[in-house]
């Protein structure tokens, strides 16, 4: 079924244009060729909408732990004769010029099981083994797009899973600086937007962690050292985190 294909755009960055429009045309090949029970065909258009998840997700991990990722980067070896500063990327895109399958590695950062960052490898080798010439279908059956989706699909979502730790932490951060008058901006609601959605380009899943971020320990003063004053502005900034989420998707 193509549901989990559009599951997978909730993963995406809302607010790059970039991705938006690179991620379009493929959503809309996937789908034709689906409909024509191409399955193979739209198997691939799925996995590079996959990849660019994989590169957003590498380009947040490198804002988040900016130290460990420039160290790391000491083992990052581009193809031959690629360029690439990866502690000045410009464009989540600039990625694709690691092997695919290296670019998994980034993902010890935010603690993927050594293991599993293993097994992810295998999905490279089995979209490899498709797109050569070799004139066999192997994806034949609307039984095995859906099989090959939920893999992609299951990834996609342990990835997340581990990163969620760190937008908790990031979050749980930021209402504490905005409560202490650390912060830059004079609406709130723009300073989410910015601060979330342009600066770490939050997908759906990004930004319903932090909606669905509880408090109770904030608005403790004893556990949290706030005055009431700033536990006030910890509920206002999430208040309106909230708002935001709902003015979008309307839950």
């Excluded at 092997?99 to 993902?107: A, G, Q, R, S, V």
């Excluded at 209402?175 to 901006?185: D, F, H, M, P, V």
């Excluded at 006030?232 to 985190?241: C, D, F």
Aim: charge should be negative.
């Amino acid at each position: 079924m193509m549901d989990s294909v559009y599951e997978l755009l909730d993963y995406l960055p809302l607010e790059d244009i970039e991705v938006n429009d690179y991620v379009r045309p493929l959503l809309n090949s996937a789908q034709v060729t689906y409909d024509k029970e191409e399955y193979q065909f739209s198997y691939f258009a799925v996995h590079l909408i996959f990849m660019t998840n994989i590169y957003t997700t590498v380009w947040q991990v490198s804002q988040f732990y900016y130290e460990r990722y420039n160290h790391s980067l000491l083992f990052a070896r581009p193809y031959n004769g690629k360029e690439v500063k990866l502690d000045e990327i410009r464009s989540v895109f600039e990625f694709s010029k690691l092997p695919e399958k290296d670019i998994f590695e980034f993902f010890r950062l935010i603690d993927l099981d050594e293991s599993y960052v293993k097994s992810t490898k295998k999905l490279i080798d089995y979209r490899n083994e498709m797109a050569h010439a070799t004139g066999k279908i192997q994806i034949d059956s609307e039984d095995r797009f859906d099989s090959a989706m939920d893999e992609i699909v299951s990834i996609t979502k342990k990835i997340h899973a581990c990163l969620s730790l760190t937008i908790r932490d990031f979050y749980r951060e930021n209402l504490i600086k905005y409560a202490k008058g650390e912060t830059e901006g004079d609406f709130l609601n723009d300073f989410v937007q910015i601060e979330l959605m342009k600066n770490l380009s939050f997908s759906k899943k990004d930004l319903e962690i932090c909606k669905e971020f509880g408090l109770s320990k904030l608005k403790d003063w004893k556990v949290s050292g706030l005055s009431k004053e700033e536990i006030q502005k910890v509920v206002e900034y999430h208040q309106a985190t909230k708002n935001y989420y709902s003015d979008l998707f309307g839950e």
